[in-house]
T-cell receptor, first 111, second 114 residues
Framework: GDSVTQMEGPVTLSEEAFLTINCTYTATGYPSLFWYVQYPGEGLQLLLKATKADDKGSNKGFEATYRKETTSFHLEKGSVQVSDSAVYFCALIEGYSTLTFGKGTMLLVSP | DAGVIQSPRHEVTEMGQEVTLRCKPISGHNSLFWYRQTMMRGLELLIYFNNNVPIDDSGMPEDRFSAKMPNASFSTLKIQPSEPRDSAVYFC????????????FGPGTRLTVL
């Protein structure tokens, strides 16, 4: 079945550092890929998405490119802020299935 | 537009009591999902509905859990009787296209069973 693998956290960075959170997936066809973010005490919010190979999703300075050849959808940001501290979930959906989530990666940004 | 609304936001109850969690999806969405989040198991899909019909309840942990969606604007998740291991944050999410697109999450209900 479909699956999503994320790097384990926590990822600890200083403000203005470069961020990469790795995500790879397993799917039989051509899934849509998502990054969700969960701030402390809140529900998950869609951060960005990509629906086909080579698409780049972007939002709030975050980017991720759908790489079919490496089955990856790594999340990047050039300069993180303290307010980016949260848990980030990679997810996919394929056909008429439901979202398959990774286990989440906690990001901690210090001033 | 209002997002997904869940109530209550916090619930503390004693073991053996019945617990009912409520969700109002975003208007116009035809899919609704119930998730449970714990530190140990992460985010788990419990059940989802499409056009008010339960499609997949394989994630419901046991018969103590039941979910209903009597109309397009309301769903409940009930636990009877509750147990301490049910303590978790329960999220409701809604979406379009039978769940094949973006899901929008509510703020969650934090359940503590003593």
């Amino acid at each position: 079945g479909d699956s999503v693998t994320q790097m384990e956290g926590p990822v600890t960075l200083s403000e203005e550092a470069f961020l990469t959170i790795n995500c790879t997936y397993t799917a039989t066809g051509y899934p849509s890929l998502f990054w969700y973010v969960q701030y402390p005490g809140e529900g998950l919010q869609l951060l960005l998405k990509a629906t086909k190979a080579d698409d780049k999703g972007s939002n709030k300075g975050f980017e991720a490119t759908y790489r079919k050849e490496t089955t990856s959808f790594h999340l990047e940001k050039g300069s993180v802020q303290v307010s980016d501290s949260a848990v980030y979930f990679c997810a996919l959906i394929e056909g008429y299935s439901t979202l398959t989530f990774g286990k989440g990666t906690m990001l901690l940004v210090s001033p | 537009d209002a997002g997904v609304i869940q109530s209550p936001r916090h619930e503390v109850t004693e073991m053996g009591q019945e617990v009912t969690l409520r969700c109002k999806p975003i208007s116009g969405h035809n899919s609704l999902f119930w998730y449970r989040q714990t530190m140990m198991r992460g985010l788990e899909l419990l059940i989802y509905f499409n056009n008010n019909v339960p499609i997949d309840d394989s994630g419901m942990p046991e018969d103590r859990f039941s979910a209903k969606m009597p109309n397009a604007s309301f769903s409940t998740l009930k636990i009877q009787p509750s147990e301490p291991r049910d303590s978790a944050v329960y999220f409701c999410a809604s979406g379009r296209s039978g769940g094949t697109d973006t899901q929008y999450f509510g703020p969650g209900t934090r359940l503590t069973v003593l």
